[in-house]
């Protein structure tokens, strides 16, 4: 079922004037409830635009944004309660950190919606849990802590609002693969035990690869495909085409192929990789 449709949705940037650019061309996608949705795109796609839109940053020029079926524009003084039901991650968001503990900031959100004291308390400890942010580090100050933490604990703010949809716009950006790893494996716990919709901006096809089930592409503000992760990885020509490549298991193997080795198509993942080749050389990995 979806949780948010996108109908003929799109956006233009200075229009009527002789800097009018659309950056959003028609644009219709369904965001399926309890499933992790990537949106990939090269730079200048649309990509930041359309998650803008999800929660009501940004109100489409047409078209419509339907969350439950229902449209988030229908009473527009009500948008902001559209804000604590999808709850967005914009790029680097640890330089929006401001309180003078991390325990305080995580809060911050959940005493915006007028939950007491004892609720706040318990959405604090479960959104550190999701991102692997341990108690003692709540007291100290969001300054103190790493660039990887901090960005965990941006997150946790978000994830403490406990948002029915959450958007994520290059989560992992300028972290190293321990950093990527933990992020992405605290927004897998948040779903799983949420049941919420997770929407992840990324260039990583890697990234995509392992921890998305739909995927969305978007080339020149349109939409080029979408569908589950097989369905969409397993046109490379079509991503290689637009520049934007597929996972580098998948490239291994369309080689391997090309060689004369009958190994899968459907490869995204090391772990994916990793049991083919197990199966074709008889369990010797």
Sequence with gaps: MSKIKIENVCYVYDGGTPFETVALDNINIEIRENTVTGIIGHTGSGKSTLVQMFNGLIKPTSGKILLDGVDIWEKPKEISKVRFRVGLVMQYPEYQLFEETVRADIAFGPKNMGLDDAEVARRVHEAASFVGLDE??????????????????????????????????????????????????????????????????????????????????????????????????????????????????????????????????????????????????????
Excluded: W
């Design 136 to 285: 003692s580090s709540l007291d100290k100050s969001p300054f103190d802590l790493s660039g990887g933490q901090k960005r965990r604990a941006a997150i946790a703010g978000v994830m403490a609002m406990r948002p029915e949809v959450l958007v994520l716009d290059e989560p992992s950006a300028g972290l190293d693969p321990a950093g990527k790893n933990t992020i992405f494996d605290g927004i897998k716990r948040y779903a799983a035990a949420t049941g919420a919709a997770v929407i992840i901006v990324s260039h990583s096809m890697d990234d995509m690869a392992k921890y998305c089930e739909d995927l969305v592409v978007l080339s020149h503000s349109k939409v080029v495909m979408s569908g589950k992760r097989n369905e969409v990885f397993g046109q490379g020509e079509l991503l290689e085409k637009i520049g934007l490549g597929v996972p580098q298991m998948t490239g291994l193997m369309m080689m391997l192929r090309e060689k004369g080795i009958d190994v899968p198509a459907d490869i995204y993942t090391v772990d994916d990789a990793e049991a083919a080749l197990a199966r074709i050389l008889g369990g010797a990995l």
